[in-house]
């Protein structure tokens, strides 16, 4: 499997936001989409996936109200619209083009790619 391409980050202050785009490759048809983070020190935790739809969306509890994910399925893209930004969501965020969802876990199982690096500032 061809890694996806993650963008879009960078360094922000509180409460400002940033929109991480992530391309992915080969064949995403039905599969859920979605997002992922890992700070300094902390293993890897889910952040938001969206159905092949779109019509069905899932956060993680610290990021609901202030991150939006979609897709546009055209062109095998995922966003995450990242707004209020706090200094706990610095991390490098990764994208994960194939998801299995159940029983609330959220369990990826296509490619990782390089990341990109959010770094929200006090």
């Known amino acids: 499997q061809v890694p996806a391409v993650e963008s879009g980050g960078g360094l922000v202050q509180a409460g400002g936001s940033l929109r991480l785009s992530c391309a992915a490759s080969?064949?995403?048809?039905?599969?859920?989409m979605g997002w992922f983070r890992q700070a300094p020190g902390k293993e890897r935790e889910f952040v938001a996936a969206i159905s092949w739809s779109g019509g069905s969306t899932y956060y993680a509890d610290s990021v609901k109200g202030r991150f939006t994910i979609s897709r546009d399925n055209a062109r095998n893209t995922v966003y995450l619209q990242m707004n209020s930004l706090k200094p706990e969501d610095t991390a490098v965020y990764y994208c994960?083009?194939?998801?299995?969802?159940?029983?609330?876990?959220?369990?990826?199982?296509?490619?990782w790619g390089q990341g990109t690096q959010v770094t929200v500032s006090p």
């Open positions: 994960n083009a194939k998801i299995d969802i159940r029983n609330s876990a959220y369990n990826p199982f296509g490619s």
């Open positions: 080969g064949r995403t048809f039905g599969y859920v």
